[in-house]
Every structure is written in structure tokens, then in C-alpha cells.
């Protein structure tokens, strides 16, 4: 949807001024301050509606300023006055309720300013094309930060393992558990309590021996008490058979050794459980690494497969870039191309397809070539400001506009 109709009255610096155009491109040529950027804001002032337009739009000694444009069958009609702007939007159907709604709807997200992505953030510019090119990789990007920090997370952490592994102690020979001190100590009292068993059978046994001797040189009489304590001692010498001394000196080195023992199984404890965590980091990381490398890959896919409205353009890491240099550092003419050709990549194709371009004399014949092809390309009209100090009569695109009227190729009114 282009203008075949626009009327102008009072805006700014115009005076009045009828256009008629035909083809995709319009041309507004003239001197500084005689109503070219006034006829280009005016568009921007009829579609975009009161976001877009200032304080005070009148032009100097008027008290109201209209502004008419026919979209063919729909015509779009905003006057001024000292109450404030008002939009009138009609179709075959008659008025349109919410009449800025519906423009906005057919404008889109977009403003009619070709340098507007140009106004726009470098990473906000590297969204709407990758969207455009069918090269979004928020996600994929959003998945490699992830997988990336969780990498330099577990690497932190194995370099730390590597330092504890390399330090760690590993003593051989000893049990994988600690040994409780309570076993030995059984072990001790087993052992004491043989040998005091023992040491009480032997004094029991001197005692008798004592008695027997004692008996002896009273035989005659105690004959009973010697057969009682010959019995007796057959009967300790029964319990006695067979009970070794136990020599506790190895019981008490293990005890005193038992501490150190100890201290290696935990030293080994605190190795194996450190290899143990090494091996199972440098598996995460080695996960992680590789599936970065896999996001990585898929997004190089996407990258490569994408279609870009320009050649030349491409995705950096955090910017558009043209021409393998980032968008914002390349030349006047070669940013309002990318612009041109975005915006008309993604102004809705039902829609008002209308760009303006004030800064159009930085534009060279090559390039003004290539973008009357896009313009016609993708059907789109563009409206571009040029500085001229006289009309160009070769050229059939141009409207010469001077002090606020079009002067030529007819006053008052062009057809193209």
C-alpha cells in the first residue's frame, strides 16, 4: 500500500503542496529550509500518529494545517488546529473507529524513518535480523552462556581437585578402614585376663606346694588334709593344661601404633575419594565442553543457512555487521540501504509500505541504483530528500520544492 494522492497545507515551511506520484521512488529536492524535510515529516506525522508529532506543526502566521494522502481506497486525513490534532481514516466501507490503531496495524512495529534501525542498539539491530533471516539463535546462544559458565564452574573446581590430588598422600600396606581402638583394647583385656588367671594358679600352686610341705612333716596326722590337697592340686593342675602366657608386648606396639595406622587408612580414605571426584569433574567438564561445541556447531548452521535481505550482511557476536565490519561503522549510503531494504523486509506486505530518507544526498548514482531496484523489487514506496541549489529537468523522479510550494515540473502539483 502506497501514497497515489498527498496534500499538504500549511505544515512547517510548506505553503501547499499537491503530489501525485507514481512510481517507487519520489524524489524532494530542493535548497536548505524550503519544505523537503517538512513534506517528509509530514508523512511521518499523518501515519505515525501523536507519538511522532511536536508541540506546534503549523506553519508561521496559520492557524490550522491539514495533511491528506490517498492510500488507493484509503484515504487518511489529520488536521491541526489550537485544540490539538485530530485523524480522520477512511475506506470503501466508510470511517474507520480507532483510526490510529488501524494504521498501526498496517504499518507494524515499524517506524517510517529508513534510518530507524539505525537508531537502534546494536544488539537490538542483531535481534530483528536474525529474526528476519530465519537466523535466531537466542536460544542456542542462551543454551551455549549456560553450558559455558556451568564448564568454567566445573573446571574451577577440577583445577582445585588437580592441586588436591597432586598433594594428596597415599600410604601402602595398610587397611582400607580405620581399625577402632575398642578391638584392641578387647584383644588387651583377653590377654590380661589370661595372664592374671595364670598368675593366680601359680600362687595358687605355691600355696599348696607351701601346704604340702606343711602336711608332710605332720603326715602321720594329716594323711586326710595331704590326699585333700594332693586332689586339689591334680585338680588345679587339670585347669591348668593346656593355658599358655601371652606375651602382650606385640598387643600393646599395635596399640601404641594404632593412631598412625589410623591417620594412613584416612590419609588413603581422603586420596581414593579425591581420585574419585577428579575423574567424575573432568567427565562433567569434558560433557559440558562438548556441548558447547555442539551448540556452537548448530548455530554455525543456522548462521549459514540464513537468508539476509542485503548481501553482505551477517550476525557478529553482539552486532550486525555489513561487509564483515560492524553496521554502525559503515557509510552513510550503505547503512540507509541496510535499512531500506530490513524495514521493507518487514513492514507487513498488506500494509503501508512507505519509507523516507532525509539524508539522501550522500546517496551516489550506483547506489541510488540499487535502491530504486529494491523499491520496486519489494514493492515499496520511498521518499528521499536531496539538496539541490536547481531542479534536475533529466530527472523524472524529482520534485523541486521551493519556499514551501513545488515549483517544478508544476506549480502546485507533479504527476510521476
Known amino acids: 500500500m502506497k501514497i497515489t494522492h498527498l496534500e499538504i497545507k500549511d505544515v512547517k515551511r510548506i505553503r501547499h503542496v499537491i503530489i501525485i ?72 466501507s466508510g470511517e474507520i473507529k480507532s483510526g490510529q490503531d488501524f494504521l498501526d496495524k498496517l504499518l507494524g512495529e515499524n517506524a517510517t524513518d529508513a534510518m530507524s534501525f539505525m537508531s537502534k542498539k546494536p544488539a537490538d539491530q542483531k535481534k530483528i535480523l536474525a529474526k528476519l533471516a530465519g537466523a535466531d539463535t537466542a536460544g542456542i546462544d542462551a543454551a551455549i552462556e549456560k553450558a559455558y559458565s556451568e564448564r568454567t564452574r566445573i573446571n574451577q573446581e577440577l583445577d582445585r581437585l588437580k592441586i588436591q590430588y597432586q598433594t594428596a598422600k597415599f600410604t601402602p600396606d595398610v587397611p582400607e578402614k580405620e581399625i577402632p581402638i575398642a578391638d584392641i583394647m578387647d584383644k588387651l583385656d583377653e590377654a590380661n585376663d589370661t595372664n592374671a588367671k595364670i598368675k593366680d594358679l601359680n600362687r595358687k600352686k605355691e600355696t599348696a606346694e607351701k601346704d604340702l610341705v606343711g602336711l608332710r612333716e605332720q603326715m602321720v596326722n594329716l594323711k586326710k588334709w595331704i590326699a585333700e590337697k594332693e586332689e586339689e592340686i591334680k585338680n588345679i593342675d587339670a585347669e591348668y593344661f593346656g593355658v599358655e602366657p601371652v606375651d602382650d608386648a606385640p598387643i600393646k606396639a599395635e596399640i601404641a601404633n594404632l593412631d598412625k595406622t589410623n591417620a594412613a587408612v584416612r590419609t588413603n580414605t581422603a586420596y581414593a575419594k579425591t ?67 530490513i524495514l521493507s523486509a518487514i513492514i507487513p506486505k498488506d500494509g503501508i509500505r512507505i519509507l523516507r530518507v532525509k539524508n539522501g544526498s550522500i546517496i551516489d548514482k550506483k547506489n541510488m541504483a540499487l535502491i530504486e531496484q529494491m523499491a520496486e523489487k519489494e514493492q515499496i514506496q520511498i521518499w528521499l530528500e536531496t539538496v539541490s541549489n536547481e531542479p534536475d529537468e533529466g530527472d523524472g523522479n524529482e520534485i523541486f520544492i521551493q519556499d514551501g510550494e513545488v515549483v517544478v515540473p508544476a506549480q502546485g502539483k507533479l504527476e510521476l
Do not use: H
Request: glycine share 10%; charged share 30%.
Open 21 to 92: 506520484p507514481k512510481g517507487y521512488i519520489v524524489k524532494l529536492a530542493g535548497e536548505n529550509a524550503q519544505g523537503k524535510s517538512s513534506t517528509l515529516d509530514s508523512l511521518m506525522y499523518l501515519i505515525e500518529g501523536k507519538s511522532a508529532i511536536p508541540d506546534n506543526v503549523k506553519r508561521n502566521g496559520s492557524d490550522k494545517a491539514s495533511i491528506e494522502a490517498d492510500f488507493g481506497g484509503l484515504k487518511v486525513i489529520r488536521k491541526f488546529t489550537a485544540k490539538g490534532t485530530y485523524l480522520t481514516v477512511i475506506d470503501e
Open 275 to 341: 581420585k574419585a571426584d577428579l575423574e567424575s569433574k573432568q567427565g562433567a567438564f569434558d560433557a559440558k565442553d562438548k556441548e558447547v561445541e555442539t551448540k556452537r556447531a548448530e548455530k554455525k548452521a543456522i548462521l549459514q543457512a540464513a537468508k539476509y535481505p542485503v548481501p553482505g550482511l551477517s550476525l557478529g557476536d553482539d552486532c550486525v555487521l555489513y561487509n564483515g565490519i560492524p553496521l554502525d561503522e559503515a557509510s552513510g549510503a550503505e547503512q540507509i540501504i541496510v535499512g531500506l531494504a
